[in-house]
């Protein structure tokens, strides 16, 4: 029987830049030692790409999180320079136009077609079980509490925050932020203060826009095509509609107001500390992060806002 003896026999394995020295001895050629050796071997990697996966990991977490609180810093600058810009109110209405009235005929129409298609599939299904009667209510709490404010500020941010996105990197990129700045002059107080306050108002108006144009879809869809009776599709909108389904469409119209301009506004902002590209192809990378994150957060922000109004 052989009898393990100490001789050393140094295993040099390499983990994240390190040299760890194992020195482990046996009589040559034993299969035990060898054995031995591929399990520390194995098990000494596996623990040290652990290590590498949680690190990076944990680095990309810490920079969402900075990320965040710097969105959240700049809101809260663009929120406090509402109150200290000069001449404000020119630039709010120009801003009030571009995001609410170019975007108004976008919203009819997706509004139009939500309702027409919302009325002929709910009417084919509650036919089946006899509640045609109650088409009215469905529809209409369904775009009230749903689909109008998500779908309106989805489209907004495709028409406007995409827009914003994109402006405000070029401004960025050819140093007329920079400029602003020299002639002591605020570019968020400048920039984003009268966007963020033009979002504001607008966006609760086309949610309720998008609302009653999605109901006249629904009547169209439901009681001139198919032949539901009128009275009973506005009697059931009248019946189920209160005013804490209105307001927390209004609510949440409001709340993605926010959350659009200070994605949309913040990416253009800081389009030239990208890492994915220099110049114009950081404003294209720039409106991209800022449209795809918008909806992101329009998405999570419904179901959070959506459970504490339940």
Known sequence: MQFLSLQTRPETLVAQGDFSMYKIAAQPGSEQVRTILNLVRFFRITMSDQKIKLGIALGLCLDCIGRI???????????????????????????????????????????LFTGLVLGLQAFYAMSMFGAQGMLGSLLSLTLVRELGPVLTAIMITARAGSAMAAEIGVMRISEQIDALEVMDISPIGYLVSPRLLAAIIAFPLLT?????????????????????????Y???????????????????????????????????????????????????????????????????????????LL
């Open 208 to 232: 309720s826009i998008f609302n009653m144009i999605g109901m006249f879809g629904g009547y169209l869809s439901a009681c001139l095509l198919l032949g539901m009776n009128s009275g009973r």
């Open 69 to 111: 609180g710097e969105m959240f810093l700049f809101l809260l600058e663009g929120l406090g320079r509402i109150f200290t810009t000069k001449r404000l109110f020119p630039k709010l209405l120009r801003q009030i136009y571009v995001i609410g009235g170019q975007s108004l005929p976008v919203i009819l129409l997706i509004g």
């Open 234 to 308: 506005f009697s059931g909108i009248e019946q189920s509609l209160t005013w804490s389904d209105i307001s927390g469409s209004l609510i949440k119209g409001l709340v993605f107001a926010i959350l659009v301009v200070m994605v949309c506004a913040y990416q253009g902002y800081n389009a030239h500390h990208r890492k994915d590209g220099k110049g114009a192809q950081a404003v294209g990378s720039a409106t991209t992060s800022a449209v795809v994150l918008s909806c992101v957060l329009i998405l999570a922000g419904d179901y959070v806002i959506t459970s504490f």
